[in-house]
């Protein structure tokens, strides 16, 4: 019973992901002031995609020529100013020097990426051992699925990522990125 819920749970992820893009594709005229996704744009080029408008406060140091290691310097992990949860993960991996076609292969109309594309760049075994010592238990390999689960359960690159074990686990209080 359980895997088939498992497959099913997968299954409506990957659909309610095909929904959320074809939804953004029909809604140009609501998003008139959202950023724009630019495939050649740079991760420190801002205004490129923000229509002109920096995001970041006017406070904040120019970013231009800089790198995620550059940002981390100041937004480290486990600080009051760590940068996950505040920014799409795509803007790291812009940040890191992928650009969209990386992971995507037509850049025109861009399709969901599989976990294995992910899991190309991010080794599962590393994670899972990088993570192993969260508690309650290793986010990144699960009874449910080892540490091969499908990286958009809880890895969303241009949404609000979620903490997908939460759905049924009220312990697990994972801080996803």
């Not at 749970?9 to 095909?18: C, E, S, Y």
């Not at 140091?61 to 600080?79: E, F, Q, R, W």
């Not at 940068?83 to 790291?92: K, V």
């Not at 899972?128 to 309650?136: D, G, L, M, Q, R």
Request: one cysteine or more; a positive charge; proline letters at 8%.
């Amino acid at each position: 019973m359980v895997p088939g819920f498992i497959h099913s749970a997968r299954i409506l992820a990957r659909i309610g992901l095909v929904l959320a893009l074809g939804y953004a594709a029909c809604a140009s005229a609501q998003d008139a002031g959202r950023a724009k996704l630019l495939p050649d744009a740079k991760g420190t080029d801002c205004v490129a995609c923000h229509a002109g408008n920096n995001p970041l406060p006017e406070s904040h140091p120019n970013i231009s020529g800089k790198s995620l290691t550059d940002c981390v310097t100041c937004h480290a992990p486990g600080t009051a100013r760590e940068l996950s949860g505040h920014m799409p993960l795509f803007h790291a991996h812009l940040l890191s020097g992928h650009k969209c076609a990386s992971c995507h292969a037509d850049q025109k109309t861009p399709q969901p990426v599989e976990a294995d594309v992910c899991m190309g760049c991010h080794d599962p075994d590393k994670l899972s051992a990088k993570t192993a010592a969260v508690k309650p238990a290793n986010p990144h390999k699960s009874p449910h699925y080892g540490n091969k689960a499908d990286c958009n359960l809880c890895h969303h690159q241009h949404e609000k990522s979620e903490n997908y074990c939460s759905q049924c686990h009220s312990n697990f209080n994972f801080k996803v990125p």
